[in-house]
Nanobody
Framework: QVQLVESGGGLVQAGDSLRLSCAAS????????MGWFRQAPGKEREFVAH????????YYADSVKGRFTISRDNAKNTVYLQMNSLKPEDTAVYYC???????????????????WGQGTQVTVSS
């Protein structure tokens, strides 16, 4: 069992930065690939970023590539999402999720993830 708790969301202006954190419980965190997803009102949940168990491999949605960075600290059981140059269209609830394995080739698919956090709201004003 893995429990995930996101933090770091808030209200910012366009162009600002935020860093989201996702703290995981359980001893299997370091053997799981992790992802960040987001869901805006009236829209489906969409993939944002993914990181392999070791942190060596990362993947991003085209919409955030070059602005967002995913990282992890296995010693702290935490995964991060550094978000720079935020835009109003980044406004959403951001969710952290854990897969069942070390890495995933279908990292963009919500079905690949076994555990989800409760989400943290990010609002970017123009």
């Amino acid at each position: 069992q893995v429990q995930l708790v996101e933090s770091g969301g808030g209200l910012v202006q366009a162009g600002d930065s935020l860093r989201l954190s996702c703290a995981a419980s359980g001893r299997t965190f370091s053997s799981r690939a992790m992802g960040w997803f987001r869901q805006a009102p009236g829209k489906e949940r969409e993939f944002v970023a993914h990181i392999s168990w070791s942190g060596v491999s990362t993947y991003y949605a085209d919409s955030v590539k070059g602005r967002f960075t995913i990282s992890r600290d296995n010693a702290k059981n935490t995964v991060y999402l550094q978000m720079n140059s935020l835009k109003p269209e980044d406004t959403a609830v951001y969710y952290c999720a854990a897969t069942a394995g070390l890495y995933s080739s279908v990292y963009y698919d919500t079905e690949e993830y076994d555990y989800w956090g409760q989400g943290t709201q990010v609002t970017v004003s123009s």
